[in-house]
């Protein structure tokens, strides 16, 4: 068994779906996924929980981390476990999703996904600053990200819906 961290392809786009639809009061779109797996700007990331062998058939361009530890104790078939994206918006990185299935969290597969996004991101686009947006009561990304060096630097206002909630503005800068 073994975590890889790959470029997302067109066959994850509905297990991604379901993943944002069980997180999220707003969930991104089937469509919206796949504009992004096409938009030459964009980076989209999975974190697949898979056999060796599944992971040996990957192609190796499009991995991004490999690892054996965090999968160790998963007993069950291949699965994307977490999804994670960026679009370069002027040469930052604007990171639109970042997502874990509820049986992977607390694990460090966002943590994983986010290393990678920002590694990729510098070795295919140059990118050195990175910025999002989090819910304010999202206590624990809040904690990933500041965690990996992000730091607070505003607030928008009445940003989210289903609850409306304000966004906490985070950066990465000159990486």
């Not at 898979?50 to 040996?56: A, D, F, G, L, Y």
């Not at 058939?57 to 690892?67: A, E, G, I, K």
């Not at 918006?89 to 049986?103: A, F, L, P, R, Y």
């Not at 966004?167 to 000159?174: F, G, N, Q, S």
Request: proline residues 2%; hydrophobic residues 40%; contains cysteine.
């Amino acid at each position: 068994m073994g975590l890889i961290v790959r470029k997302m392809d067109l066959d994850d786009v509905d297990a991604v779906c379901v993943m944002e639809e069980e997180s999220f009061s707003m969930p991104w779109h089937r469509e919206s996924f796949i504009e992004m797996i096409n938009n030459r700007d964009a980076l989209y990331l999975v974190a697949e929980i898979c056999t060796s062998e599944k992971c040996e058939m990957t192609d190796p361009d499009d991995v991004v981390y490999r690892s054996t530890e965090i999968a160790e104790s998963y007993d069950g078939d291949v699965t994307i476990c977490g999804c994670a994206g960026f679009i370069s918006v002027v040469g930052e990185g604007d990171i639109c999703n970042v997502v874990v299935k509820e049986d992977f969290r607390r694990l460090g597969i966002a943590k994983r996904l986010v290393q990678s996004m920002i590694l990729a991101g510098k070795e295919r686009f140059g990118i050195n600053s990175y910025t999002l947006e989090v819910r304010k009561s999202n206590l624990a990304a809040i904690g990933l990200y500041e965690d990996l060096g992000f730091v607070f630097e505003g607030i928008r206002p009445g940003f989210y819906d289903k609850p409306k909630e304000d966004a906490c503005i985070y950066w990465l800068r000159d990486i």
